[in-house]
Nanobody, 119 residues
Framework: QVQLVESGGGLVQPGGSLRLSCAAS????????MGWYRQAPGKERELVAA???????NYADSVKGRFTISRDNARNTVYLQMNSLKPEDTAVYYC?????????????WGQGTQVTVSS
């Protein structure tokens, strides 16, 4: 049984930072591409960042230079470090796993964690 469990969301002021974590079980974590998506109310779901099994990363233009995705294969965990947060980063953030980036939409998903950026 595959489980992806996100944590680390919360309320933060503009300009602040948060680190999201996603702990995976039931998959060969090191072999999977991991991604972070977000969805704000009334908006389409957006792929924020992804990291392949080999460590290659890609980011949405809206978060480049502010967000960093990383993985710890020993802990079966993927992280999203979010700095210089803006109100428009407010969304539910989801972790996803798949054999490759193209498969993330149809892959395994977590339950999501709320991030709210507000003063």
């Amino acid at each position: 049984q595959v489980q992806l469990v996100e944590s680390g969301g919360g309320l933060v002021q503009p300009g602040g930072s948060l680190r999201l974590s996603c702990a995976a079980s039931g998959i060969t974590f090191s072999a999977y591409t991991m991604g972070w998506y977000r969805q704000a109310p009334g908006k389409e779901r957006e792929l924020v960042a992804a990291i392949t099994s080999g460590g290659s990363t890609n980011y949405a233009d809206s978060v480049k230079g502010r967000f960093t995705i990383s993985r710890d294969n020993a802990r079966n965990t993927v992280y999203l470090q979010m700095n210089s947060l803006k109100p428009e980063d407010t969304a539910v953030y989801y972790c996803a796993a798949a054999p490759n980036v193209a498969g993330l939409n149809q892959g395994y998903w977590g339950q999501g964690t709320q991030v709210t950026v507000s003063s």
